[in-house]
């Protein structure tokens, strides 16, 4: 049912978005009628495009996968198309007011629609080149008190976000594979929505994550999106690629540290569960530094009372279009990406190394995290 009410929400807003960027591009342009018939049409079949791809992935996925190269970048273009219209939406009203003649306010509609229309397209063809190139390599170096000297330098390196199906394909996750295993990490950690679309339909694609290497093990935790694909369906293959998971567990590492994982935080999670991990927390050995992994930064409000000395997070993508990206900040809490503390916690938020939707990421480059941890 979630899917379903989410489909229907998100497309309510897109359809809000689209009539906007319609009345402003086609309908005030003032343009002939044959031009306004075409346009509207292709506006409104573009609008049903997207949650029509969205929702084939359950029912007709190589369809999806094929046609998603279409209304994705849209989705992106219309948001963006929405943004610059708003900004040029003042300056135009002031030049109208002063002018009397029909015909030059719809010569002033037709320039600040046409720059709109510019800038955001521009600006897609710029993100999607980012989303589908190179993944910046972020180091990052924690100071745990508590660390023991020999596991001075040991490596995480956070894998979040990658969203495997519809335009992320097995080549591409293979890349993030390849690019990981060159790091030598001591441990890889993949912070949830790994997938997007049921096992049967993607189980190829992810595949490379087989061949991660790291040499105490790699870890993993759900995300929001493995909840919509199929949450113990997609733990099962993933488990069987080789990584752990950990739903409200701990191991400990090297005799060093722990490491624990919690399921995201709008899983349905059973209260028994958590109070049983509650009572674990409390009762661990609190000479260890305790690493935490959950998908959503917010979750540093319960990790923080766990005692956790640092929460690796994902979820938000950076924001991924900039500015939506206000968005995503105010929805965490103003946890975005980058480092963060809360109550004695460190968090570090890393922007991903996949994107959702639009194969686009504007001022919010992919992201492979490479975790070093330091005694004090």
């Not at 105490?216 to 990584?243: C, D, K, M, Q, S």
């Not at 809490?333 to 460190?346: C, D």
Request: one cysteine or more.
């Amino acid at each position: 049912m979630w899917p379903v009410l989410k489909i229907v929400f998100s497309t309510s807003v897109s359809g809000l978005i689209h009539f906007y960027v319609w009345w402003r591009l086609v309908h005030h342009a003032h343009l002939p009628r044959r031009a306004h018939r075409i346009l509207t049409a292709i506006v409104v079949i573009m609008w049903l495009s997207i949650p029509i791809t969205t929702s084939a992935r359950l029912w007709a996925p190589s369809f999806a996968t094929a046609f998603a190269w279409i209304p994705m970048p849209w989705m992106a273009f219309v948001g963006l198309s929405a943004v610059a219209l708003l900004a040029l939406e003042l300056p135009r009203r002031i030049a109208g007011t002063r002018a009397t003649d029909p015909d030059r306010r719809a010569f002033l509609a037709r320039v600040t629609g046409g720059t709109a229309a510019a800038v955001a397209g521009a600006s897609v063809v710029g993100g999607m080149a980012s989303a589908r190139g190179v993944h910046d390599v972020v180091d990052v170096e924690v100071k745990l008190p508590k660390l023991p000297a020999h596991l001075d330098g040991f490596s995480i390196v956070q894998l979040s976000d990658l969203h495997t199906g519809l335009t992320i394909d097995r080549e591409f996750v293979q890349r993030v594979v390849d690019r990981t295993n060159a790091l030598s990490p001591d441990l890889i950690a993949l912070t949830g929505d790994l997938v997007d679309g049921p096992v049967a339909d993607i189980r190829d694609d992810i595949a490379p994550l087989a061949h991660l290497r790291a040499k105490h093990g790699v870890f993993a935790i759900t995300g929001n999106h493995e909840y919509y694909a199929g949450v113990e369906p997609w733990v099962a293959e993933i488990t069987r690629l080789g990584a752990r998971y950990l739903r409200f567990d701990m191991v400990t590492i090297a005799d060093g540290f722990d490491l624990a994982g919690v399921d995201d935080h709008s899983a349905p999670v059973d209260r028994s569960t958590v109070l049983a991990f509650d009572a674990r927390m409390a009762a661990r050995d609190r000479s260890r530094p305790l690493v935490m992994l959950a998908h959503q930064p917010r979750q540093v409000r319960t990790t923080a009372a766990w005692g956790a000395d640092l929460q690796l997070s994902g979820h938000t993508h950076g924001g991924q279009i900039w500015p939506w990206h206000y968005i995503a900040r105010l929805q965490q809490g103003g946890l975005l990406a980058g480092r963060y503390e809360h109550e004695g916690t460190q968090l570090y938020v890393t922007r991903g190394c996949g994107y959702w939707g639009p194969p686009v990421r504007l001022l919010a480059p992919l992201e492979i995290t490479r975790v070093i941890l330091r005694t004090a």
